[in-house]
């Protein structure tokens, strides 16, 4: 199962920006859909975005025009970038395959003013 490790959350104003990175082991990264999913207290884990191994990528409607998801399978990541941020983007933000296998321990990022 796969293994990650999240960075590049924190606290940003709304209309902010911020790029989220996630390096992932214990799998041939490069034939696997990866996505990113977030999860606020209270409710459930969703899915954000995923990118297929060929580069095909998908989107939460809330999230279409303002995050892109990208991958470097030289360096076994995928990355979330992040603008126009509201604060129901405020969430923890993980990585996972697609369908998710794991969990590493997020990152948070919250967006108030």
């Known amino acids: 199962q796969v293994q990650v490790v999240e960075s590049g959350g924190g606290l940003v104003q709304p209309g902010g920006s911020l790029r989220l990175s996630c390096t992932a082991s214990?799998?041939?990264?490069?034939?696997?859909?990866m996505g990113w999913y977030r999860q606020d207290p209270g409710k459930q884990r969703e899915l954000v975005a995923r990118?297929?191994?060929?580069?095909?990528?998908n989107y939460h409607d809330s999230v279409k025009g303002r995050f892109t998801i990208s991958r470097d399978n030289a360096k076994n990541s995928v990355y979330l970038q992040m603008n126009s941020l509201k604060p129901e983007d405020t969430a923890v933000y993980y990585c996972?395959?697609?369908?998710?296998?794991?969990w590493g321990q997020g990152t948070q990022v919250t967006v108030s003013s």
């Open positions: 214990g799998i041939i990264f490069r034939f696997f859909t």
């Open positions: 990118i297929s191994p060929g580069g095909t990528t």
């Open positions: 996972s395959s697609f369908p998710a296998s794991s």
